[in-house]
């Protein structure tokens, strides 16, 4: 049975489940959530983790069980989440932009890479 393949697809679901339902509770919740957010930094890579397990998974022929066909649920709706927090991260460029410009001026430099 696929089990490898249900506990590489469950894992970073619970990683994007903590991510976009991220709750603001007591000191332990908190930090567990913290520690699983990193997906939030890197959702392109888990969805090629995703991708590779899946894709792993149905040349072996495990996607031909009831676990394999949970696992693959379970891929699908994290990809979802995934697209969800990549979406979440469009406008942080623009934001990150507009903000050093209001530090900083419209094009700061660096004094030793001044234009001669």
Same mark, same amino acid.
């Given at each position: 049975?696929?089990?490898?393949?249900?506990?590489?697809?469950?894992?970073?679901?619970?990683?994007?489940?903590?991510?976009?339902a991220?709750?603001?509770?007591?000191?332990?919740?908190?930090?567990?959530?913290?520690?699983?957010?990193?997906?939030?930094? $890197?959702?392109?890579?888990?969805?090629?983790?995703?991708?590779? %397990?899946? !894709? =792993?998974a149905?040349?072996? #022929?495990?996607?031909? /069980?009831?676990?394999?066909?949970?696992?693959?649920?379970?891929?699908?709706?994290?990809?979802?989440?995934?697209?969800?927090? $990549?979406?979440?991260?469009?406008?942080?460029?623009r934001?990150? %932009?507009? !903000? =050093?410009?209001?530090?900083? #001026?419209?094009?700061? /430099?660096?004094?030793?890479?001044?234009?001669?």
């Open positions: 049975m696929p089990w490898g393949y249900l506990i590489s697809a469950a894992f970073p679901g619970v990683c994007v489940l903590a991510v976009i991220a709750r603001r509770s007591p000191r332990p919740p908190a930090t567990a959530f913290f520690h699983l957010g990193f997906v939030n930094e $890197a959702p392109f890579l888990a969805a090629y983790w995703l991708i590779g %397990t899946t !894709a =792993l149905g040349a072996q #022929g495990d996607l031909n /069980t009831a676990v394999g066909w949970l696992a693959f649920a379970i891929s699908l709706m994290t990809l979802g989440g995934l697209t969800v927090i $990549a979406v979440r991260a469009l406008p942080a460029g934001v990150v %932009t507009q !903000a =050093l410009a209001e530090q900083l #001026g419209p094009h700061p /430099t660096h004094p030793g890479c001044a234009s001669r």
